[in-house]
């Protein structure tokens, strides 16, 4: 543990400027690491929300240490509720004007704070993202990570928002939360919390929420926290455990989103987001689970998602418009041995297709809805 000086001494009922919150469940491994390096900020007007999730090594033992060391550090402790609720204690119990969520197996630069608090004040910003890099621990080899689709948005430092750019918005940055400072008092007043009771995306949920109702947003250009992964393919073997919760909690988004009355401005970006991601879930899985999730897709999500009815052009990659377009078109099978026999759907007839089908779809509800009328 470093020693550092002028710590601040925040007593129960002292403001601050900004809360750090760490959902923390056995990471004993790395849990030092990280808490010496927010603890050694550059800025130091800050508290320290450490989360334990019910811990099963000693990970509590030695936040205690911290905490007994350093007044800044909280300790909330939680029953395996999971990372989203663990985050949600965090936020509740937020004193600061300004909220970070940190991972507890992730460290940072020591100017992390200061550089997304000075650019959040300076700019009156609702979220400040700022840059990161991949951290293998098993390689112990830093990796750069690649801008997401539409991160050219936040060129020159420009504070910018949905208003400026309804369709790229909502893939300008990362769907996690553990890149960017957000102002409290937006999160309360639009109602911003994580989704609960999901092993996956209750980040996302938080994250594209924020998107869609912020009037402030800019990016840090500086790579200011190393975000650690187990293995190339740690990630990957995620999305295959969880992938049936993904189009789950694109719903419960979009739900969000209308009732709050943002769907619609910002209809065709989530159409790229939701079915580009779902387009690369499906890459990662194999032959059964590719099968459930296009079963998945096609029975319960195309159409509430948004996917149908757009005309090609709404699509970024004529990739996702075809696989948009096949789960509408054809089971899993049928998809099957159109792929064998190396046919592709023409885009250009894309939407004369999908238009066809859909005639042929209402004629047949319309027949059958007249049989069972005729059977009672």
């Known amino acids: 543990m470093s020693d550092k000086p002028e710590i601040i001494e925040n007593t129960e009922n ?12 056995n990471a004993y491994d790395f849990i030092r690491p990280c808490m010496d390096s927010v603890l050694d ?30 007044t800044r550090v909280r300790i909330v402790t939680e029953t395996n509720a999971g990372p989203a609720m663990a985050r949600n204690a965090g936020l509740k119990r937020a004193r600061g004007e300004y909220v970070i969520f940190l991972d507890a197996d992730d460290f940072f630069e ?23 890099d991949i951290y293998n621990s098993k390689k112990a080899r830093f990796y750069e990570n690649a801008d997401t689709v539409h991160n050219k948005i936040y060129g020159d430092g420009i504070v910018t928002s949905k208003n400026e750019y309804p369709d790229f918005i909502l893939q300008s ?5 553990w890149n960017k400072m957000f102002k409290k008092t937006f999160l309360i007043e ?19 929420c924020s998107l869609a109702f912020a009037e402030r947003v800019s990016l840090v250009p500086d790579v200011l926290i190393h975000h650690r992964i187990y293995s190339e393919q740690s990630r990957a073997k995620r999305f295959k455990k969880y992938y049936s919760q993904v189009p789950a909690v694109y719903l419960k ?24 991601r779902c387009f690369y879930i499906f890459g990662l899985l194999g032959s059964d689970a590719k099968e459930h999730f296009w079963k ?17 052009e709404d699509f970024e990659s004529p990739e996702v418009c075809e696989f948009c377009a096949n789960i509408e078109l054809y089971t899993y099978d049928q998809y099957e041995k159109i792929s064998k026999r190396g046919r592709k759907l023409d885009r250009s007839k894309i ?21 069972r009328k005729k059977e009672k």
């Open 41 to 70: 900020q550059t800025f130091r007007d800050i508290e320290v929300i450490c989360v334990d999730d019910g811990s099963t090594d000693h990970t509590l033992d030695i936040l205690k240490e911290y905490q007994k060391a350093d």
């Open 14 to 25: 002292q403001k601050v400027t900004v809360t750090v919150v760490i959902p923390v469940y």
């Open 110 to 132: 020591p100017a992390l704070i200061e550089k997304l608090y000075r650019k959040s004040k300076d700019n009156d910003l609702d979220i400040a993202i700022t840059k990161y």
């Open 190 to 208: 639009k109602n911003i919390q994580f989704l609960p009771d999901v092993m996956m995306f209750e980040d996302v949920y938080f994250t594209t």
């Open 173 to 177: 940055t990362t769907g996690s939360a």
């Open 253 to 276: 988004i979009k739900e969000f989103l209308m009732k709050g009355g943002m769907y619609q401005p910002l209809a065709k970006g989530f159409l790229n987001l939701t079915a580009s």
């Open 296 to 312: 998945l897709l096609r029975e319960n999500y195309d159409a509430q998602l948004g996917w149908q009815n757009h005309p090609a």
């Open 351 to 371: 939407d004369q297709t999908l238009k066809q089908n859909r005639i042929r779809r209402r004629i047949w509800n319309f027949i059958t809805k007249s049989f």
